[in-house]
């Protein structure tokens, strides 16, 4: 199981950070790629990470599932990106899990893939989307093979939701058991 973490100038620092810290204390497989030609990526708050791969140098083809975080990377980057919304639509035409949490969840709905389906997204970040059912008012929903999240706040079940996904329930237990020290 390998999955892609898309990281753009302007990604929301928390939902980047700690939803690659809980996959990989649960074992997954995740490659950072920075969308630009540039590895050192410029998060919402001003802190530099330094990405393991680019967009242009991936094969999509070899990764399972893809993690989108918000922030204003979203609306700036990501949503002007051919290569971006390219892949966003073959990871749903090959029905591969897509997890987006707060403004990314947008990117998906505007291009009409969430038909048939319920999802959740910043408030506001819903405009435009014309199919599917907006839940304001969950923080997480699984909906076929979409994970969707509301807002940075709920980035550790947004994170535990992908593991539960593509792990089990009892590993998801495990992980936030270690992550809450054994509690």
């Known amino acids: 199981m390998k999955g892609l973490i898309l990281l753009a100038n302007g990604f929301e620092d928390t939902e980047a950070i700690t939803t690659i810290n809980i996959l990989r204390r649960a074992k997954i497989s995740l ?22 791969t680019t967009l242009k140098e991936i094969n999509e083809q070899h990764y399972d ?41 947008a990117l998906l709905g505007k291009r009409g893939h969430f038909k048939d389906q319920s999802f959740t997204c910043f408030p ?4 435009g989307i014309t199919e599917g059912k907006y839940n304001r008012k969950k ?6 093979k979409f994970i969707t999240a509301r807002a940075m706040g709920y980035t550790p079940q947004f994170a535990y939701a992908i593991v539960e996904f593509l792990l089990g329930k009892e590993e998801r237990i495990n992980v936030e058991k270690s992550c809450n020290g054994g509690l």
Not at 68 to 96: N, Q, Y
Not at 124 to 127: E, F, H, K, R
Not at 139 to 144: D, E, L, Q, R, T
């Open 31 to 52: 490659a950072v790629v920075a969308v630009g030609d540039d590895l050192l990526v410029k998060s919402q708050a001003g802190l530099y990470v330094k990405a393991e």
């Open 139 to 144: 923080g997480v929903i699984i909906s076929g």
């Open 124 to 127: 506001g970040c819903d405009v």
């Open 65 to 105: 599932f893809l993690v989108i975080p918000g922030g204003r990377a979203v609306r700036e980057v990501l949503d002007h990106s051919k290569r971006v919304l390219s892949l966003i639509d073959k990871f749903v035409l090959t029905e591969k899990l897509i997890a987006a949490i707060c403004a990314a969840p």
